[in-house]
């Protein structure tokens, strides 16, 4: 019983996270690099601080070392892993950032992942998915 509130538990702090994370996504439509850079910043240290998750250590290990990596934490469950998905393919498409391309892949990745693991097929993933596809290959 103590396990299964734990990991309740982790679940929610990280669903908070990752929500705080949307809203910046979404929130304010600040265009310039050095508002989307500090953004970025504040997300890894959001991350770091709050769930021990390293966004740098994620972003520039191997596929497989990433999906290893993103496994250990136990609350993050497939919405929250779709959230940062969101988030890492939306940098990428913005085109601001010096590292667009990885992440769009690392997102891919994130993407991939959630349809390994879950057993709902989701129209949107699908769609994000495609469209990081056809970014990539241009």
């Known amino acids: 019983m103590e396990q299964k509130d734990y990991l309740k538990r982790e679940i929610e702090k990280i669903g908070l996270i990752m929500t705080a994370i949307r809203q910046k996504l979404f929130g304010g439509k600040g265009n310039t690099s050095i508002s989307i850079e500090n953004d970025f910043e504040n997300t890894k240290g959001m991350l770091l601080n709050n769930v021990n998750f390293d966004l740098d250590k994620f972003l520039n290990e191997d596929n497989e070392s990433s999906n290893k990596y993103i496994s250990t934490f136990s609350g993050f469950n497939i919405e929250n892993i779709e959230i ?14 010096i590292n667009s391309i990885k992440y769009l892949e690392k997102s891919l990745l994130l993407f991939e992942h959630c349809n390994q693991i879950d057993k709902t097929y989701s129209t949107e993933r699908e769609m994000n998915m495609l469209k990081i596809r056809e970014i990539i290959r241009d």
């Open 84 to 97: 940062l998905g969101n988030y890492l393919m939306r940098l990428g498409i913005n085109g601001e950032m």
